[in-house]
Each structure stands twice: as C-alpha cells, then as structure tokens.
C-alpha cells in the first residue's frame, strides 16, 4: 500500500517536472513575435538637426531573436523617405536619422511571423522643434466677418426643441450601472434641436434626478468619425455626477437606426470640400456643434459658468470647432482630433483628416473652418492628446493648431501611440491631466469671485 502510494506520488511529480521542462523549451513560435521600435529619449523629443537613434529589436516569448531580416520605412515631413533592411542582433539594432526642420518622424519596420504565416510590424514616432509647426493652411483675411454672417444665420433660427422622447438606458449598460443611474434618478432623452445649416441637432440628452436652477455644470460630446451613431454614455455619466450632458451625432440624422438606414442618408451627404464655403459639408456641422452648446446654455438650470467640450478624433474636431465659436466654452478637451490644418501638404507636412488638399479653390474655402485658423479665438482651457504615429490625424496639424492658442493649454504626446488616442504613460498622463483641470477650475473660480466683489 505504501509503495503503491510512494509510486503514484513519484508519478506524479516527474509528470509536472517534465511538463516544466518542456515550458522552458517550448518551440519560440508558440507565442506571437513582437516589433520593438523605440528611440533613446523617453519623450521622443528633439531639434532640429539633432541626431535620431531609433532602435529596433525582434521579441519573441520576452527574448530576443537575432538573425531575423526586417524592412524599415523612415518617413516624416519634409518629404524624408528612407527604407532598407536589416538584421537583427541580440542587442537593439540603431537605425540613425536627421530632420533640419520642424516636423514629424516616423519609423516603421517590418517582418514576417513564420509560424502564423502573418506580417508583423512596429512603429515608434519622434518629435523635432514641435513647438515650431506652423500651418500651411492659409488665413483668411474676413474670418471674421465670414463668422459674424454666419452665427447671425444660426441666430434666426430659435433655439427651439423640435423632438424629445424619453428612452430607456442602452442595453449595454451593465445591470450595476444601471441601478447607479436609477438611484440617482437619471433620466434619457432622445433629442433633437433647431439649427440652420438644413440639419438638427441630433442626439442624447441626460439629465440628473435632481434638478435646480444656476447649480448643473454642462458638457456636450461630439461623435468620432463616421459620425453616426452618438454614445449616449457620455451623457449618462455626466448627469449621474449632478451634470446636463449632451452626446450628439455628427450629421443631425435619426439616431438608433439601422445600416441600411445609415447607408441610404450617406447618399444624401454633400462634398466634404468644394469651391463654395457656404456649401461643403463641414459648414453644418460646426453649426450644429455651436448650437449643441447653445442649447446647453439656454437651460435655467445650467450654472452659467462649467461648459465642457470634448470628443475624439472627428468629434475632437468639432470640440475645437465648438470652442472656438463659443466664448462661455469653459474647458476643450479634443483627442486625436480630425480637421487640423487640411492644407499641410502645402509645407510638405501630412495633412489632417479627411484629406489633404490640393486645389487653391478647395483650400480657400475650407479654410474657414480649419482649426488652426479657428483657434485664434479660443479662450477656453484645452487639453490635446496626439500620437506621432496615428495614421489619420496627423500631430503635425495638432501642433499647428496647438501652437497658436492662445488660451491656458496642455497637449500630452505618444511616440507609439496610433488613432485609438492611447496614453504613453497612463499613471503620468493623467495625473498631469488632472492636474491641469484642477489647475484651470481654481483659476475660473477665483476669476469669478473676484468679479463678484
């Protein structure tokens, strides 16, 4: 009995030694290779002229494996282009590289994953004098007085509730949310509201269970590209906190219907760009991201004072759109935003989304409505989060733009990070976010109290 115990024991162990064993050599393609491209500043930030050290290394299962031939593409304003191979070593192979101008680098590398039969690839971006982009977008000269007109035609039309249907909450809210929000007596509004421009405001609308008048702070979300469908989360969770949140799609259509629906109203959208600026498509749009935070504002129960902006991507755009024709914006927080000095290819530098431009007629009429012409007139706070390697909207229109405010600004950067506006150093970053909305509600508190003596 004793034996037969001992042996089943012993059995046993060598069962899980050799399963050990066979762990630490288990074949290297039993887990997916990685590209790890970086430079030797942690921030990525140079000058011009300076020397660029991107290093490259090839990971598999946390080691690192040599001898694997990679492509690598070093592209950045300017028109920098260069590619070649390589072959990795067991330590971080360095590809160098110089920009004598302001601008954006990338570094792109390439490889191939035997085992899956799959490319892989990394990328990592830096930064040269970016305090120095400057737009190619020109100015025009009556942006003023093209504004004026045009906030005198949304004027005519009243601020005025076309639709307001009471909605249960998504069903993706997860059960516990949901008492969150019943507890509080959060309510949900399907909501739509007057604008020129030949669509309404079309969104969600939340508000808190208890309601006074002068005591709710306001915020208005703007939805990221393709605009369709508004996330009504935003808003729930603003007015969970005591606030009136507002979370619109882009185009003013219905919200909450299908493809179909979505895909027959793609075919009633006008030219993005044109040689009318009182015709292409992103004329209603910035209408309707003013008249959202009209609307805000013309509620009683509104304190007069907190006013947030945000959105990502296309809906970053339209914040900044937003608080720049809206002086009472009290903080503009746009991530990786779109719409940010469209013309840039006219200084060789990657242009934002949706396009570059090319034609001079197209330019001088979008010039209107390009950010970094717009910014001008921002006084609210704002924060930026741009990535050097984001695919769409390119950093270099987000530091023309972020170089001429003028207001209180913060723009936090990611040498890696793409069009998802994902945080380098998440513990760092929103801790000096934090930091500075704290920062800038004191300075807005004092200014009040003061005014008020």
Request: net charge neutral; proline share 7%.
């Amino acid at each position: 009995m004793k034996n037969t115990l001992f042996y089943g024991l012993l059995s046993v162990i060598l069962f899980l030694l050799i399963g050990s064993i066979g762990n630490l050599y288990a074949d290297p393609a039993s887990q997916a290779p990685v590209i790890k491209v970086r430079t030797e500043r942690p921030d990525s930030l140079y000058t011009a002229g300076e020397t660029i050290r991107f290093t490259i290394q090839f990971i598999q299962n946390d080691r690192i494996i040599a001898g694997k031939v990679l492509k690598y593409l070093i592209s950045g304003d300017g028109g920098l282009n260069e590619e070649g191979e390589l072959q990795t070593t067991e330590q971080p192979y360095v590809i160098k590289t110089e920009m004598y101008r302001p601008g954006i680098v990338t570094c792109t590398v390439t490889g191939r994953d035997e085992a899956a039969g799959k490319p892989v690839t990394g990328a990592w971006g830096a930064g040269i004098d970016v305090d120095k982009i400057t737009p190619g977008m020109p100015m025009p000269d009556d942006l003023d007085s093209f504004w004026q007109k045009a906030k005198a035609e949304l004027a005519a039309v009243p601020i005025q509730v076309m639709d307001k249907q009471e909605i249960p909450f998504p069903e993706y809210v997860s059960a516990e949310v949901r008492k969150q929000y019943e507890d509080k007596g959060v309510k949900l509004y399907d909501i739509k509201i007057a604008c020129a421009g030949g669509m309404p405001v079309s969104g969600y609308l939340s508000l808190p269970g208890t309601m006074k008048k002068g005591q709710c702070p306001g915020l208005v979300r703007y939805t990221a590209a393709p605009g369709h469908i508004a996330r009504p989360e935003y808003a729930l969770d603003f007015a969970a906190a005591g606030g009136i949140g507002l979370s619109i799609n882009a185009h003013g259509h219905e919200n909450g219907r299908d493809q179909k629906y979505i895909e027959e109203f793609c075919k009633t959208m006008g030219p993005w760009f044109g040689p009318d600026p009182q015709k292409i498509y992103v004329r209603g749009m910035a209408l309707r991201a003013l008249r959202a935070v009209q609307y805000i504002k013309s509620l009683p129960e509104w304190n007069g004072h907190d006013l947030t902006v945000t959105g990502g991507s296309m809906g970053g755009g339209q914040a900044l759109l937003a608080a720049a024709l809206d002086k009472d914006i009290s903080l503009c927080e746009a991530t990786v935003p779109a719409f940010c000095d469209w013309a840039g290819g006219l200084k060789q530098q990657r242009s934002g989304w949706p396009g570059a431009l090319a034609r001079p007629e197209d330019i001088k009429a979008a010039a209107y409505y390009d950010p970094v012409n717009l910014c001008k007139y921002i006084k609210a706070p704002t924060i930026m989060i741009t990535g050097f390697i984001d695919p769409l909207c390119a950093s270099s229109g987000h530091y023309a733009v972020y170089n001429r405010l003028t207001c209180p600004k913060l723009i936090v950067h990611n040498p890696g990070g793409g069009h998802s506006g994902e945080l380098y150093n998440p513990t760092e970053d929103i801790a000096k976010i934090k930091r500075f909305r704290a920062e800038q509600k004191a300075a807005l508190m004092e200014k009040r109290s003061v005014g008020s003596r």
